[in-house]
């Protein structure tokens, strides 16, 4: 059988509610696997339960009921061994501004009951690329470098899953796209990574596979690739040699959006028409093609499609 990195069962978390507060039901008899060496896409809109999900997982948050497995470790009977399987980056950054980043980590390790001699903390920072500011304050540190930071931390115990929790929210593109060359790399060498992000994109081009979560219950989980097949909405982009000279007599379903530059897109239904019936109609109207393209509808509009009627 498949080995799971994380086997959530019957999954509930309730918070008590106040005075004028009736109690949260935040995951609802939520069940979930990932397999190990996966990269894995935990989505879902604000208040889905993503965060206490995740804080479970690492041990910050005590379910109400339910059973969580993490590297083959329950949590109840061994919540030792299933804390040390896993590293959080969290979304906030939390750290002492008076440790270097190297004070930091050693910290770290040290909580985490790592022996000095197996400590591996000058290639992290090589790995997150602070090797030249390892002696500097973190109060010093720009944003993204303070983000690094937080990665290195996650990393200290070399656990089997590390967990990205919004690792991309306010940096800018060179730190994002570093982030996920080492993301690719760890995930290269063995490691399971579940990511958490509101960029959709980012979630399409580097996730295996997918679940959406809302209202803390499980909407769908699948591949990425067919999560994008679920959309039957396609088009097809045609850039004529000349003006279109009038109306095109397009299949049934069909519509025709003008574009800049004389693009001309047609939007169609896959399993209804073919795309070939829809050049034949473009070239009986007496256009001319230069160009074709086609589009197909991304991660973003399949997450909208899931959760908009929950």
Known sequence: MEQQAIEVKGLRKTYAGGKKQAPKEAIKGLDLTIPAGTIFGLLGPNGAGKSTLINILAGLVKKTDGQVVIW?????VNPRQSRAAIGVMPQEINM????????????QAGLYGVPKS???TDEILDLVGLSDKAE???RNLSG??????????ALVHRPQILVLDEPTAGVDIELRAMLWRNVRKLNEQGMTIILTTHYLEEAEEMCDEIAIINHGELIVRDT?????GRMDRKALVVEPRAPAPGQIALPDG?????????????TYARNKTAAEDILDAIRAAGIEIRDVATEQPGLEEVFVSLTSNQ
């Open 72 to 76: 083959g470790f329950d949590q109840d």
């Open 96 to 107: 002492d501004p008076f440790f270097t980043p190297r004070a930091a980590l050693e910290t």
């Open 118 to 120: 197996e400590r591996w």
């Open 136 to 138: 500097a304050y973190a």
């Open 144 to 153: 993204g470098m303070k983000r690094r930071l937080l990665l290195a931390k």
């Open 224 to 228: 990425t690739a067919n999560l994008l």
């Open 254 to 266: 069909v519509s025709m959006e003008a574009r800049p530059g004389g693009r001309l897109a047609f």
